[in-house]
């Protein structure tokens, strides 16, 4: 049966309080609120991003499209300004003179015929350009969103790091000259016991599992000599007597 100096059996529920601080600290950083807030905004902008592309895409297609055209209206409007130059010239010969006009004529249609099509590509782009400047302002306040929850997860980090390595040193200092058979057993249970090794025995009630034991164990538990290590007959923690009040 294991033995342990009954001091360091009760110190050991001291020990076990900061074990449980640490393990209250981890889960408090693995499950704060930011990090679900991130996770969610993570998704909105993953689900938007496709959008913001397609925008984005469509805007610069359009934009090429609107260049060449104001491009071939152009090289019409040349050409016609051309045209109306020689003819204004009284340079040409009535032949030459008649294909001049035919020909200007037929660039007047043409350029009709452009500047419609123009139009169009234009109103279409601004259309998208009024689309994606919707897509980029939403994908902005995303963003914004993200970065003060990543602030707020960062700051919460700091804070329960910085208490994590106060209560770390005070666990080296509460284990520290502890009998080490004693230490090496309550660690094995603690992790088998999902943290929580040692327990103390209050009345009749092991303070680990919150279970009475029965008049039987209560009576061994309790007439066991004090070095004695003794274990709870219902979770097997360490069960440490301590002064009733």
């Not at 051309?82 to 204004?88: A, F, G, H, I, Y």
């Amino acid at each position: 049966m294991a033995t342990a100096p009954v001091e360091d059996q009760r110190r050991l529920l001291e020990v076990q309080a900061l074990d449980t601080r640490l393990q209250q600290l981890a889960h408090q950083r693995g499950n704060h609120p930011a990090l679900a807030t991130i996770a969610e905004l993570d998704g909105r902008m993953r689900d938007l991003h496709g959008s913001l592309v397609d925008s984005r895409t469509a805007v610069a297609d359009l934009e090429r499209e609107v260049t060449k055209a104001e491009r071939d209206v152009e090289q019409v409007r040349t050409r016609a300004t051309r045209d109306q130059q020689k003819l204004d010239s009284g340079a040409l010969g009535a032949k030459d003179a008649t294909a001049v006009m035919s020909e200007l004529e037929s660039l007047a249609r043409r350029q009709n015929v452009l500047e419609e099509a123009e139009l169009e590509l234009m109103e279409r782009l601004e259309a998208h350009q009024e689309a994606l400047a919707k897509v980029e302002a939403a994908h902005g306040e995303l963003v914004a969103a993200q970065d003060k929850a990543i602030a707020e997860r960062d700051a919460a980090f700091a804070e329960i790091d910085g208490t994590v390595a106060e209560v770390a040193a005070q666990r080296a200092a509460a284990a520290e000259g502890l009998d080490a058979q004693l230490v090496t057993l309550y660690d094995r249970l603690r992790r088998q016991l999902g943290g929580s090794g040692a327990a103390a025995l209050n009345g009749n009630r092991c303070e680990g599992c919150r279970l009475e034991l029965n008049p039987g164990d209560l009576a061994a538990a309790k007439n066991a000599p004090p070095e004695q290590v003794v274990r709870c007959e219902e979770c097997g923690r360490i069960l440490v007597r301590v002064p009733q009040a």
